[in-house]
């Protein structure tokens, strides 16, 4: 069973920046190996959409809503992956939730952590 935490979330002004985190670990010894690691968010009355992939490759998608203004990393010896997120705006207001698909494709979710953007 892979866990997934997250931390970063708070209250910041808009055009402020937030970073948040995702740490990946195993709640046993065992080994696992990611593919895709993402961030997507959901406000309220919405549904959930993709913010960010990147990839064991490196390689990176963007949501438009965001694009140039957030930027997705990953650490691969300590499997987390984070999201910079600057020039925020009201509309980026939203509970944040760390994805990751594993091989062969499972997917986990982390718990979500609360962004608000005040105007």
């Known amino acids: 069973q892979v866990q997934l935490v997250e931390s970063g979330g708070g209250l910041v002004q808009a055009g402020g920046s937030l970073r948040l985190s995702c740490a990946v670990s195993a709640a046993s010894r065992s080994r696992f190996s990611i593919n895709a690691m993402s961030w997507y968010r959901q406000a309220p009355g919405n549904q959930r959409e993709l913010v960010a992939t990147?990839?064991?490759?490196?390689?990176?998608n963007y949501g438009d809503s965001v694009k140039g203004r957030f930027t997705i990393s990953r650490d691969n010896a300590k499997n987390t992956v984070d999201l910079q997120m600057n020039s925020l705006k009201p509309e980026d207001t939203a509970v944040y939730y760390c994805?990751?698909?594993?091989?062969?494709?499972?997917?986990?979710w982390g718990q979500g952590t609360q962004v608000t953007v005040s105007s």
């Open positions: 994805n990751v698909v594993v091989s062969p494709a499972w997917n986990y």
């Open positions: 990147i990839r064991s490759s490196g390689s990176t």
